[in-house]
């Protein structure tokens, strides 16, 4: 295997260092080890390319649709994330700024008036504190309001245990037992056309530029208080 030139496109939209910087390191010891030394260009994050928040704008205009008239008020909008332990947030890692510009974009895109929305995060283990506010006590809240939720995954591009167990079967039974009227889970973006596009044209901008570490034409570089970005050499 000899390639010309190597592009690594993390398949987590919204960098961390637990995630997509955990596996380049783990690339670039297996790459070395085999002494395999090709040019690589890395794509770090892409929260607001344009395909994958089109694509779960729509997933959202269609679960808005299946819970309106039920309940007490407009439906709730539940962006949920994998979380982080909070200390890992104040270090610097950029993952939960990038996560709340995915859901506001999405939301912007979305356009319907008085959304009511909120990004939460689900899968805290231990006992360190952890970003929030947790899925978990959003659905309880919107029990309380007897209101319907509809459960976007905002950090994850496929189903696996975190939305066919956790938010599926787990979570769907929490809302049952706290009075939510209806909750509705919509699928990742999976192999959506526009999301696979999004894809194809960091991949193509990757290959084309000198720099190592790429994210795409639309994104902005991450503040500079989150020092853990894969970017933060350059001067913003």
């Not at 690589?40 to 694509?55: E, H, K, N």
């Not at 959202?60 to 947030?89: C, Y």
């Not at 959003?138 to 509809?150: K, L």
């Not at 975190?162 to 209806?182: F, H, M, N, S, W």
């Amino acid at each position: 295997y000899d390639p010309d030139l190597i592009v690594l496109l993390p398949l987590y939209p919204q960098f961390s260092t637990t995630t997509t910087g955990s596996s380049l390191a783990v690339w670039g010891r297996a790459a070395a080890k085999v002494g395999l030394d090709a040019p690589t260009r890395v794509v770090c994050c892409y929260p607001t390319a344009p395909g994958f928040i089109d694509t779960i704008a729509n997933l959202v205009r269609q679960g808005l649709k299946a819970v309106a008239g039920v309940g007490k008020g407009p439906p709730r909008v539940l962006f949920s994330a994998h979380g982080l332990p909070k200390r890992v947030v104040q270090r610097g890692d950029p993952y939960q700024w990038q996560v709340e510009r995915t859901a506001s974009a999405v939301v912007d895109r979305v356009a319907t008036a008085d959304l009511d929305w909120v990004v939460c995060y689900q899968s805290r283990v231990g006992p360190v504190e952890w970003i929030g506010p947790a899925t978990d006590a959003e659905i309880e809240r919107a029990g309380g309001h007897g209101v319907p939720i509809v459960v976007v995954p905002i950090a994850f591009v496929s189903e696996h245990s975190e939305t066919l167990v956790e938010l599926d079967i787990e979570y769907r039974r929490l809302a049952q037992q706290v009075g939510v009227p209806r909750y509705i889970r919509v699928p990742t973006v999976q192999v959506a056309g526009p999301f696979i596009e999004a894809l194809a044209e960091l991949v193509h901008s990757a290959a084309g530029r000198a720099e190592t570490i790429h994210h795409g034409p639309h994104e902005e570089t991450c503040p500079g208080r989150l020092g853990h970005c894969p970017l933060a050499h350059v001067v913003r």
